[in-house]
């Protein structure tokens, strides 16, 4: 498991992902799609283990390093 995301990457990930956690958590229990909120663990978590699966299958490599 090579990394694959780079750092702008990275940071635009964790605060996507955090924001998405966060209406899931912090929305009124009225909104009944909140669970999309849930969605936000998936950038959280390719961002602190520096790889994501579609960047693999897309070709695609935003870190510096391994270019």
Same mark, same amino acid.
């Given at each position: ?10 940071? &635009? ?8 956690? $966060?209406?899931? @958590? +912090?929305?009124?229990? %009225?909104?009944?799609? #909140? ?8 950038? &959280? ?8 699966? $579609?960047?693999? @299958? +897309?070709?695609?490599? %935003?870190?510096?390093? #391994?270019?």
């Amino acid at each position: 498991m090579n990394a694959n995301v780079g750092g702008i990457d990275k940071i &635009l990930r964790i605060v996507v992902g955090l924001a998405l956690i $966060a209406f899931a @958590l +912090l929305a009124p229990a %009225t909104i009944s799609w #909140k669970w999309v909120g849930w969605i936000g663990v998936v950038p &959280l978590a390719t961002a602190l283990l520096g790889f994501c699966p $579609a960047y693999t @299958l +897309l070709g695609v490599n %935003t870190c510096p390093m #391994k270019k």
